[in-house]
């Protein structure tokens, strides 16, 4: 008996860590689509009005996540791939905006 009450207790700790990083990426790339969204208007559209909209929604998830690293609660995996092609395409239609402007 005490082992399968040892197994459950892992099982039921794996299955905290696998939400908490499922939540973790679902911050991180919903936040990441809404900042790349806002950066691609600015960027390539010059609509700064509509981008600060969609940053004001993208922020605070991404702070949600930024708070969830630093405390541990997530360990990264996908949402830190998320963050970085959000900060590829940031450069890049940047560099664009700065050469057609």
Known sequence: MPDNARLTRAYLNAV????RNTLGNILAISGSILSVSGI????ILLNHLLAMQLWLASNPLL??????VM??????????????????????????GLGVT
Do not use: C
């Not at 702070?63 to 969830?68: K, N, P, T």
């Not at 405390?71 to 664009?96: D, E, P, T």
């Open 16 to 19: 905290k860590i696998a939400n």
């Open 63 to 68: 702070m949600i996540w930024s708070i969830g």
């Open 71 to 96: 405390l541990k609660q997530w360990n990264g995996g996908l949402s830190i791939k998320a963050i970085a092609v959000m900060y590829f395409i940031a450069f890049v239609s940047g560099a664009y």
């Open 40 to 43: 691609l208007v600015n960027n």
